[in-house]
């Protein structure tokens, strides 16, 4: 009888401290402060404010587009590198979703191509395009980061002069 209270109060810790543990990792943000999260990063971007992108993006920032690299400094060199091709980059946020830890956002992005990209000169052609970003949040900053951009559209019209 001894042993079978051992292991059942053993077995109460285990799902106290497992179901604890679970909690402590859930996002304490309310939805309009994720949503924030990402309307901040387009604001940074559009605006040439990389530098402030530590406000929002974690150190360790994971991204998983093998154009741009990993970390902190790599998110922030990769917006200077499109920066230097779209100046006048501007951007609107067509849908935002959250759900749990994670973000989703179609945004559709323009811009004056003024530097080369892939191979093709400037064309100074206005364009637009699209994409889906979804990013993960942990303890209240963007930590990791997938995309999907509309490249097939974006090349089509610089390519058109």
Request: aromatic share 10%; proline share 2%.
């Amino acid at each position: 009888m001894r042993y079978a209270e051992v292991v059942f109060i053993m077995c109460g810790l285990l799902f106290t401290a497992t179901t604890f543990s679970q909690t402590q990792k859930k996002s304490k943000m309310t939805t309009d402060q994720k949503k924030h999260l990402v309307i901040r990063f387009v604001e940074l971007m559009t605006t040439k404010q990389s530098d402030k992108f530590g406000e929002i993006i974690s150190q360790d920032y994971k991204q998983h587009n093998p154009m741009v690299k990993k970390g902190l400094e790599g998110i922030q060199e990769g917006s200077k590198w499109f920066e230097s091709i779209f100046p006048d980059i501007s951007a609107h946020i067509d849908a935002i979703v959250v759900e749990g830890d994670i973000i989703v956002a179609r945004i559709s992005w323009s811009g004056t191509h003024k530097a080369e990209l892939f191979g093709i000169p400037a064309s100074n052609v206005k364009v637009t395009w699209t994409g889906t970003d979804w990013w993960r949040i942990e303890n209240g900053k963007l930590v990791e980061h997938w995309d999907v951009v509309d490249w097939s559209s974006l090349m089509q019209q610089i390519q058109t002069k």
